[in-house]
């Protein structure tokens, strides 16, 4: 039996280098993607990172810098990532048998036996040159017997130029001399407060922590820091997984762009919410019982008198009909609105979920009112399907009149970036 083997491809700078995929003008020109209403710096170039903006400052902080310097700032434009992104989780398994996509730009590939036909550093380049190739994108390539230690060779080949993008750790010695170098805070799953109580303990390296006494550290941690141990010596713990799970809850929620201080702006966004939330819940294939609807002032304002309340309703029978939650979630607002206040966030969350046709009514339930609550005619089921297949390939082609038609409410997306992948009448042009 092949010793298992996994590689880790991590799209370098994914968010920047969308944006610069199809701006070749902006080829060496340091960018920045900003978060949600363009707070926050959430990605940066290379150009960027080297200019010291840090990830996560609020853009007010280095505006200055960023216009001394010639930065270019962009809103991020989940569209585009999401698009390429699965562009690039494509050409990976069309490489390897097997694949976990593991975030938007993150994936493990089970190379369990290629060793035997083909050096693995070779075919770490060639993934790299293939994604370079088919969708301009960047990628780094870490090799090893174990997530954790690709993770750290991924590590590695991201931060020294003389790896080419690609490092293999397949060999026990340059395992140990890669643990040497790297403190025990990078290691994946090692945080902050871990950190802290391994340094107490003398571990302030990778090295170290692989050296530890698995017994030892289950005792004072927990079951998944003895597993990290493990897979810091070549022992996988960790499996492919290329289903991803089923979600256990739903959340759909924004900050307003804009302060929201009458009710009929406050449905609208919440109608918005409960559409997305739906829409995910049936590409889920589940169905919903419970809904939750909250909102809240800003914490960080002195103008604002602070309000946070949420309100739940169980339904009687799980569904994944929008019409069902939207009625439901504005008796959930009636309830939670008072006149006053500036509303900074509002958001729906759906949980208990169950397959379709599995649920177990009552032992109190009226069968007939349970007979006639389970039946979803055809005609329901087929018009949700419709309406996620129509805006699967336009977006918002079909919409509730309840989520409004200019929603000034949103966020503020001021420094968007055409949708060059997925809307028509944005394609790029050339001249």
Known sequence: MSKTIFALVDCNNFYASCEKLFRPDLTHTPVVVLSNNDGCVVARSKEAKKLGIKMGVPVFQVRELMRQQGVLAFSSNYALYADISQRVMSTLEMLAPRVEVYSIDEAFLDLSGLQQLQS????????????????GISVCVGIAPSKTLAKLANHAAKTWPQTAGVVDLTDKARQRKLLALLPVGEVWGIGGKLTKRLQQLGINTALQLADANPNYIRQHFSVVVERTVRELNGESCLALEEMAATKKQIISSRSFGERITNKPQMAEAISEYISRACTKLRQEQQQAKHLTVFLRTSPFSDKDTPYSASKSIELDMPG???????????QLLDALWVNG????????????FYDPGVYQPGLFDQPANFEQQQQQTAADQKLMQLMDKLNAKHSKTIWFASQGAKQEWGMKRELLSPAYTTNWQQLPVAK
């Open 120 to 135: 693995l550093t070779e075919f770490g380049h060639g993934i790299r040159q293939r994604i370079q190739k088919w969708q």
């Open 341 to 352: 206040h500036r509303y900074a966030k509002a958001g729906v969350m759906l949980a208990d």
């Open 320 to 330: 994944s009909d929008t019409r069902l939650f939207l009625s439901k979630a504005m």
